[in-house]
């Protein structure tokens, strides 16, 4: 009998394991995003930035105002899923077993799971902020 189940879920264990993997990739792929563009805003930004820790900016505030756009695309981006998912779940609703349409404690930690990737991500490359000197970009320019 043992056997017979295994087999019949085996179908099913191989579509769980890929569908994670992609879920992972997908992960992976919106982090690196995510750090790809607060990092270029760095590099694009470190004269502006060096003249405001220069003129007496702090530089706390020099990364919150480096790693805002990563954290405001994460957030809108994640907004539109949310919508989205909220649509395609009712669709959805005939192919899931056992749980209900809107599964509250799994929606809550996706996005807080999101959430962190989103800080991680674009804390990074903020951080490079501590390493630009205002006196050499004032001699800069």
Request: hydrophobic fraction near 55%; aromatic fraction near 2%; glycine fraction near 8%.
């Amino acid at each position: 009998m043992s056997d017979l189940q295994a087999k019949s879920l085996a179908t099913q264990r191989i579509e769980v394991a890929l569908l994670s993997a992609m879920a992972g990739l997908a992960l992976l792929l919106s982090a690196i995003g995510i750090f790809s563009l607060v990092a270029s805003l760095v590099v694009q930004k470190t004269r502006e930035i060096g003249i405001r820790i220069a003129l007496g900016s702090s530089v706390r505030r020099a990364i919150v105002h480096a790693g805002v756009p990563g954290v405001r695309a994460s957030a809108c981006g994640l907004i539109v899923g949310l919508i989205l998912c909220a649509g395609t779940l009712r669709i959805l609703h005939s192919v899931l077993y056992g749980v209900d349409v809107y599964d509250w404690p799994t929606m809550l930690a996706v996005v807080l799971l999101l959430a962190v990737v989103t800080l991680i991500a674009a804390a990074v490359p903020s951080v490079r902020v501590v390493r630009i000197s205002p006196a050499e970009t004032l001699r800069d320019e």
